[in-house]
């Protein structure tokens, strides 16, 4: 037996996993009847929701990635809410406010649109910081805190949010804190030509493809996936890999800005929900590798003028596998 493998593995976690990875492959199937020649970045979502963790959708307007998050929602059967991220927003836009019934004579908390299962967060650097990090706490303890009163959320939550390029006009950075918030950053690009020529057949014909596309499966069905994740084995040797690689990028004088402990951990939970979604019931160093760069990238500055993507392939080269 393998030092990664599970070295008790269990009849009933295997059809679990059987049945996740069944199911997995339908709400992809789903997804790819109105997006085309994106198979990697819709796995890696899935992956990173699996994982409870949020993604960040870095790219120029009109790829697809509104269309993305409503397709996946629609497949898991969530409740889905939109924000248009603008300049004039207020946090009090984002998570609720108080407002005094004149019946009761009592306020009464009226919930924002932030209360979704899937909340898609659009082009959310163009607001200001200040509204930005109204999403902070509800991104790191799925709730919400008004006046004083907390409100949960129902699970499963989960942030979508897409980011324009930088030079773009009427954008402003991400601080640091919000960056580190989002498990993953992903870029969707341009398709392949054909799978572009595919999306004229799709989306030019009678029948709206996203509006009918149907569920797949349920949400107490994802939650399952996100609550099998924790049985997924992850050896010391793999653990350790994790650590020498966030060790390494900390004691390089070009890592101007390095991960945090919580980057450490989103890495470990996603390579579980990576291996898990293929069907293992155990962590592999090279479910680590495939992963890395989408969840520490963007936490970094690196000198150089080195892309944070290029640096973490870098580190990775250096680093052995125990």
């Known amino acids: 037996m393998s030092q990664y493998s599970n070295p008790q593995p269990e009849t009933q976690l295997t059809q679990t996993i059987g049945q996740i990875v069944s ?21 890696k979502v899935l992956t990173c929701m699996t994982a409870g963790g949020h993604t960040l959708l870095l790219d120029v307007p009109g790829v697809g990635k509104t269309v993305l998050a409503r397709s996946i929602s629609a497949s898991i059967h969530g409740t889905f809410k939109r924000i248009q991220f603008t300049p004039d927003l207020l946090p009090m836009d984002i998570t609720g406010t108080n407002v005094f019934n004149l019946r009761k004579k009592a ?16 082009e959310i650097n163009r607001a200001t910081p200040k ?56 870029s969707m690009g341009y398709p392949p030509a054909e799978a572009e020529l595919r999306m004229l057949d799709i989306h030019l014909g ?13 949400c107490e069905d994802f939650l399952r996936w996100q609550q099998t994740v ?28 390095a991960v945090s402990p919580r980057s450490t ?7 579980m929900a990576a291996a898990m979604l293929q069907g293992r019931d155990h962590v592999t160093p090279h479910d680590v590798q495939i992963i890395a760069p989408d969840v520490l ?7 150089g003028g080195r892309s944070g993507y290029r640096y973490v392939q870098d580190i990775m080269r250096q680093v052995a596998v125990s």
């Open 230 to 257: 924790p049985y997924i084995y992850a050896s010391q040797a793999v653990k350790r890999y994790v650590v020498d690689l966030v060790t390494a990028m900390r004691n390089d004088s070009n890592c101007l800005q």
């Open 131 to 186: 509204t930005q990090a109204a999403l902070l706490e509800v991104m790191a303890e799925g709730q919400v805190t008004v006046e004083g009163a907390t409100h949960e959320m129902e699970p499963p939550f989960l942030v979508i949010a897409t980011m324009n390029p930088l030079e773009h006009d009427g954008t402003y950075p991400l601080p640091a804190a919000q960056l580190d918030r989002f498990t993953m950053r992903l």
């Open 297 to 303: 990238a963007h936490r970094l500055i690196v000198s």
């Open 23 to 43: 199911q997995f492959e339908q709400v992809i199937g789903n997804i790819e009847r109105v997006i085309v020649g994106k198979t990697d970045i819709v796995r």
């Open 206 to 218: 009678h029948n709206v493809a996203l509006e009918g596309l149907e569920p797949v499966i349920s």
């Open 107 to 122: 306020f009464e908390f009226k919930p924002g649109p932030v209360f979704a299962n899937i909340l898609l967060a659009d």
């Open 265 to 271: 951990l989103m890495l470990m939970r996603t390579a």
